[in-house]
Nanobody, 122 residues
Framework: QVQLVESGGGLVQAGGSLRLSCAAS????????MGWFRQYPGKEREFVGA????????YYTHSVKGRFTISRDNAKNTVYLQMNSLKPEDTDVYYC???????????????WGQGTQVTVSS
C-alpha cells in the first residue's frame, strides 16, 4: 500500500517555473515506477511523464519534453516534477501515481494522489 500526497502547485505567469513534489508513505516506494498525470475539469486525464523505480529512465509526453523533468529521491520517498517555460495550456490539476510495469508501455498505476492545482496565467 502506498499513499501519495502532492504539493507545490500554484499560480505562475507564462514562462515561469514550478516544482511539484509527491511524497509517498510506505517502505516499498522504491519498487514502484512513478508517473505524473494532469487533468482539466471536463477533459480526460493526460499522461505527462514517468520515471522508473531506480530513477534511471524517464519518459515524457511530446508536449512537455524539454520543459519538464521528473526526478526521484528514494531515500526521501519523494518524486518531483520540475516544470519550466510554463504555458497557459499547462493549467491543470496534476496527479502523481505509483505503478508497476514498463514506463514506456503503460505501467499499471494502482495508487494515486489527490492532485495539486497548477495555473499558468498569460
Amino acid at each position: 500500500q502506498v499513499q501519495l500526497v502532492e504539493s507545490g502547485g500554484g499560480l505562475v505567469q507564462a514562462g515561469g517555473s514550478l516544482r511539484l513534489s509527491c511524497a509517498a508513505s510506505g517502505r516499498t516506494f522504491s519498487s514502484y515506477a512513478m508517473g505524473w498525470f494532469r487533468q482539466y475539469p471536463g477533459k480526460e486525464r493526460e499522461f505527462v511523464g514517468a520515471i522508473s523505480w531506480s530513477g534511471g529512465s524517464t519518459y515524457y509526453t511530446h508536449s512537455v519534453k524539454g520543459r519538464f523533468t521528473i526526478s526521484r529521491d528514494n531515500a526521501k520517498n519523494t518524486v518531483y516534477l520540475q516544470m519550466n517555460s510554463l504555458k497557459p495550456e499547462d493549467t491543470d490539476v496534476y496527479y502523481c501515481a505509483a505503478g508497476t510495469g514498463s514506463i514506456y508501455y503503460g505501467a499499471n498505476y494502482a495508487y494515486w494522489g489527490q492532485g495539486t492545482q497548477v495555473t499558468v496565467s498569460s
